[in-house]
């Protein structure tokens, strides 16, 4: 049996934050469960996959986070306490259906999980969700801890259920990766079958139904506002004149450094967890036994403008601190020393930090960059676009995924990115703008998440690009999750259907498709100059499995290669491939036979086909 299903309230058990999310969607009895995956919070859709095996429990990975959304909507319509979750950039894309759906509600609870990335440790960027609560007008739950988030879980189930709307649940990286000791709590029974009452005049959103709608909103935003104010969630600890306010894991660093400031008689922490709407009065009740107070926030100062916005109207005059050029910045994430410090420096604290241990006798650690795993597919296809295109003036729109890493050299195959899908529409628009060749890459899942429209659109304006779709049969980057591409039937699971690539791509109207084997090199090489060569939009499809993901099945059958004495150190190998399988020893290239795994690739390359599988 699946841990997180383990009915015994009271046992102690160590979770993961993402586990303790899901755990807490156990014990509040959600029954649906959608996602498109994420870092930082694909575990919890891991747990909750794998939980479905084993359960009533419904689970899917979605195409994409706007569809996981609209699904969720309808199943939490329908009564049925349902969870949504996504990292905070897929927020962006299920925005078009939260907009509405925060006019129309739900009937059973609705938590939707954003799980943003201050630092972006695997993001494109580090905005701060919490904008999304005010822009859509429902409430947002924040929780500083492990042990909190589970708790705080079902507690966002009750309350949507109150206030008829969906609640946002806002995490961190620090959080969603962080693990405690939790305890487990009752597990409420899964209502699995609800019902769906037709009511069109509430719940289709024309203009005469959604000024209604409007109205209902801006009600339940009032009856949030008075939730917020009682919330267990907002509390006030300590005594003092100087006051701080903080929110999510910032809290910790706050409570250590009082301790390490040794200043609990002198300052008063208001911990926000509830917070949109914020709650007013006990924020202006707080300011009012303040001297001075400090925000301490990640990412944008969106409670500081909030709070002094509050006193303002209140008429305070106290000095109210938070982002500034001397205090916390609105990049990246906080760390304790940091927060210590502007502790420090805010209350005019003496305080002398320990002293930084000389390490110049230290040798720096070399850099390891995040490179293309050794045999992954896409190194070869680079390789083979690369050559292919060699005389002509390139330009490489990509897109979100392992293939991203391209950007890095010897490869340098990456030109422009903004967000899940974008290579395709930008390829359309760099195509038309320029004389250059575009040569766009799209990994299979984030095709499937949003590269179609981007291909429709390229075929019906005739377009002049190629389109690279790499195809390893999984979504790899974030930990093998399925697509609507992917054979379940590797998971020994029946029941999905399986949608092909290529015929989705002939059915749209491309009328040049080339599909290749990229470890096949002289073929796929031969195959893409034709390929680049088409006047207008065509497609090539690189099908190789995931080298991970492969071995992970069993199906990894390739030999080791080693480099014999027929080699002349051209390095081509290194130079045009940079597998981190090679490393040179006394100025001799070698093969790491722990890391290779036998693609091949660049055996094929090599001038004196010195490179050979081992015996």
Do not use: W
């Amino acid at each position: 049996m699946h841990k997180l299903l383990t009915d015994q309230p009271g046992q102690k058990m160590l979770l993961l934050g993402n586990e303790s999310i899901a755990r807490g969607g156990i014990e509040a009895g959600v029954a649906v469960t959608t996602t498109y995956p994420g870092t930082p919070s694909s575990e919890i859709s891991l747990n909750f996959f794998q939980m479905s095996q084993e359960s009533d429990l419904y689970f899917e990975y979605s195409t994409n986070e706007k569809i996981a959304l609209e699904v969720a909507s309808a199943t939490a319509n329908s009564g049925i306490r349902s969870m949504c979750i996504m990292k905070h950039v897929g927020l962006n894309v299920a925005s078009d259906a939260l907009m509405t759906l925060a006019y129309v509600g739900v009937k059973g609870g609705l938590v939707i999980v954003s799980a943003d990335d201050p630092f972006m440790f695997s993001s494109q960027n580090e905005q701060d969700n919490r904008y999304y609560g005010k822009l859509s007008g429902l409430p947002i739950l924040e929780p500083s801890s492990v042990r909190e988030v589970k708790d705080m879980v079902i507690y966002a189930f009750d309350l949507s259920e109150k206030l008829k709307e969906p609640v946002i649940l806002r995490t961190t990286t620090r959080i969603n990766h962080s693990t405690a000791v939790i305890t487990l709590g009752e597990i409420k029974k899964r209502v699995t079958k609800g019902d769906f009452t037709k009511d069109p005049f509430s719940l289709v959103t024309v203009p005469a139904v959604a000024r209604k709608l409007h109205v209902k909103l801006l009600e339940n935003i009032e009856k949030a506002e008075k939730i917020s104010e009682q919330s267990e969630y907002n509390f006030i600890r300590g005594n003092g004149n100087s006051g701080i306010i903080c929110n999510g894991v910032s809290y910790n660093y706050v409570s250590d450094a009082i301790k390490d400031l040794d200043i609990e008689d002198k300052v008063k922490v208001l911990r926000i967890g509830f917070s949109h709407p914020m709650p007013k009065a006990l924020i202006i009740d707080f300011l009012k036994g303040c001297e001075r107070v400090l925000v301490v926030e990640e990412g944008e100062p969106y409670m500081e403008e909030a709070i002094k916005a509050f006193a303002q109207e209140e008429g305070l005059t106290l000095p109210i601190s938070g982002k500034g050029k001397d205090l916390f910045p609105r990049l990246y994430e906080f760390n304790p020393a940091q927060v210590r410090q502007c502790m420090a420096e805010c209350f005019d604290i003496s305080f002398v930090p320990a002293a930084v241990p000389d390490l110049s006798d230290i040798p720096e650690i070399p850099q390891r960059p995040p490179n293309l795993c050794a045999g992954c597919s896409h190194r070869a296809t680079y390789y083979e676009i690369k050559k292919a295109a060699e005389g002509m003036d390139t330009i490489y729109p990509t897109d979100i995924g392992c293939y991203t890493l391209g950007l890095l050299p010897p490869l340098s195959m990456a030109d422009f990115l903004i967000c899940m899908g974008s290579s395709v529409g930008t390829g359309c628009g760099f195509s038309k703008a320029t004389d250059k060749k575009v040569i766009s890459f799209i990994g299979d899942s984030t095709f499937f998440h949003s590269g179609i429209p981007g291909l429709i659109n390229a075929v019906f304006n005739n377009h002049n690009f190629t389109l690279v779709i790499l195809d390893n049969g999984t979504t790899a980057m974030t930990g093998h999750q399925p697509h609507p591409g992917v054979d379940m039937k590797e998971f020994n699971l029946d029941g999905y259907g399986r949608v092909s690539i290529e015929e989705v791509v002939r059915a749209i109207g491309v009328s040049h498709v080339t599909v290749i084997k990229p470890f096949n090199v002289k073929k796929s090489l031969e195959a893409v100059k034709e390929a680049l060569n088409y006047k207008g939009f065509s497609v090539i499809i690189s099908k190789e499995m995931c080298t991970l993901y492969a071995k992970g099945l069993k199906k990894l059958k390739g030999k080791p290669f080693y480099i014999s004495e027929k080699c002349k150190n051209h390095r081509n190998c290194i130079n045009d491939l940079g597998c981190p399988a090679f490393f040179i020893e006394d100025n001799r290239i070698s093969i790491d036979s722990d890391l290779c795994v036998g693609c091949a690739v660049c055996a094929q390359i090599c001038p004196e086909r010195a490179i050979l599988p081992v015996r």
